[in-house]
């Protein structure tokens, strides 16, 4: 059975940085493409960013575009999510989740298959 945990939240100030783990178990990453998500209090959840398997082509939602990077290390098993210049408003419960590829409907949630049990993400001075 796929299991994806994430790892790596916490609370740091604004403008500061924390990296995101994503480790599966139970399967090998290399054939699946890994979305992140993020929940923020009383709202809906989003997509984030998605990198692919083939050729780890990434896309980045508008609000987290050059501030944010996708990585995976198939050898490792681990997608990560660098997360640079955080401002409160990326404050979350962060999620990744495993799909056959991205593609132009990478934040439709739907589309992917196997769900981590999230990360909290606080971003506060």
């Known amino acids: 059975q796929l299991q994806l945990v994430e790892s790596g939240g916490g609370l740091v100030q604004p403008g500061g940085s924390l990296r995101l783990s994503c480790t599966a178990s139970?399967?090998?990453?290399?054939?699946?493409?890994i979305g992140w998500f993020r929940q923020a209090p009383g709202k809906e959840r989003e997509g984030v960013s998605c990198i692919d398997s083939s050729d780890g082509t990434t896309v980045y939602a508008d609000s987290v575009k050059g501030r944010f990077t996708i990585s995976r290390d198939n050898a490792k098993n681990t997608v990560w999510l660098q997360m640079n210049s955080l401002k409160p408003e990326d404050t979350a419960i962060y999620y990744c989740?495993?799909?056959?590829?991205?593609?132009?409907?990478?934040?439709?949630?739907?589309?992917?298959?196997?769900w981590g049990p999230g990360t909290q993400v606080t971003v506060s001075s």
């Open positions: 989740a495993a799909t056959w590829f991205c593609g132009s409907t990478w934040y439709i949630q739907p589309q992917y298959d196997s």
């Open positions: 139970g399967f090998t990453l290399d054939y699946y493409a």
